[in-house]
């Protein structure tokens, strides 16, 4: 089993959202905030099975994309997703 951590930019998360659970792959939604821009993303927990990995990264690769903002005067790229991916041991469903 992984644990993906996903920290998505605000105006790509609803349709990644959408993409994964219609790809019946669970997900929840934590607000978040970015410590460098201090504006808001959504982080996801998504915990899956190792062969559906690659399914869940592409979801999130076709629905986000790179953007430029600006920062006192200097441009800066914003991911539109940053993903962690974590072995996870146990799963407990209760
Ligand atoms: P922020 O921390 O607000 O960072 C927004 C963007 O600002 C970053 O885009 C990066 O291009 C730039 N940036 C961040 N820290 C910087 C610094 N110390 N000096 C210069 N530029 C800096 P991304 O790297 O795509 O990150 C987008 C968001 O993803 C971040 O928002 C943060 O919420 C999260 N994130 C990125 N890397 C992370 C990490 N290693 N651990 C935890 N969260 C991370």
């Known amino acids: 089993m ?3 951590i996903a920290v998505i ?3 790509f998360i609803n349709k990644v959202t959408r993409a994964l659970m219609e790809n019946d792959i669970r997900v929840t939604r934590l607000s978040s905030t970015g410590g460098f821009l201090k504006s ?3 982080t996801l927990f998504i915990g899956t099975h190792e062969i559906h990995l ?3 990264i592409d979801i999130i690769r076709k629905e986000c994309k790179t953007k430029r903002v600006n920062k006192l005067g200097e441009e ?3 991911g539109g997703a940053n ?3 974590i072995n996870m041991d146990k799963y407990v469903r209760i």
Do not use: A
Request: hydrophobic share 45%.
């Open 54 to 56: 690659d399914k869940v």
């Open 76 to 78: 800066v790229r914003v």
């Open 9 to 11: 930019q605000d105006e």
């Open 40 to 42: 808001g993303n959504t």
């Open 2 to 4: 992984k644990l993906i």
């Open 83 to 85: 993903i962690f991916i």
